[in-house]
């Protein structure tokens, strides 16, 4: 069975940095869209970062310039590389993996910026 399973999460302090992975058990990895989404409490989803599988990446507004999403085929994981982090990136984030009749989510990681 298909699914991702996130890690990395936690609480930083402003400015501080986080790595997240996430780790797929997927068949032909590499063809899927990768993105991560948060959620903040409160809030709707939003999408944060995307990569394509010709590793395109595109990012919300908010966080450019300060995440980077990457992949690593071979490790089918995709990564998160959060810098400069504020209190309102504090939200539940959320892995996901898109192809043509394939879309999956993992369960969610925390992460808390303090002020």
């Known amino acids: 069975q298909a699914q991702l399973v996130e890690s990395g999460g936690g609480l930083v302090q402003t400015g501080g940095s986080l790595r997240l992975s996430c780790a797929a058990s997927v068949p032909f990895f590499r063809l899927y869209a990768l993105n991560w989404h948060r959620q903040a409490p409160g809030k709707q989803r939003e999408l944060v970062a995307t990569?394509?599988?010709?590793?395109?990446?595109n990012y919300a507004d908010s966080v450019k310039g300060r995440f980077t999403i990457s992949r690593d085929n071979a490790k089918k994981t995709v990564y998160l590389q959060m810098t400069s982090l504020k209190p309102e990136d504090t939200a539940v984030y959320y892995c996901n993996a898109r192809r043509s009749g394939s879309d999956i989510w993992g369960q969610g990681t925390q992460v808390t910026v303090s002020s």
């Open positions: 990569i394509s599988s010709g590793d395109s990446t």
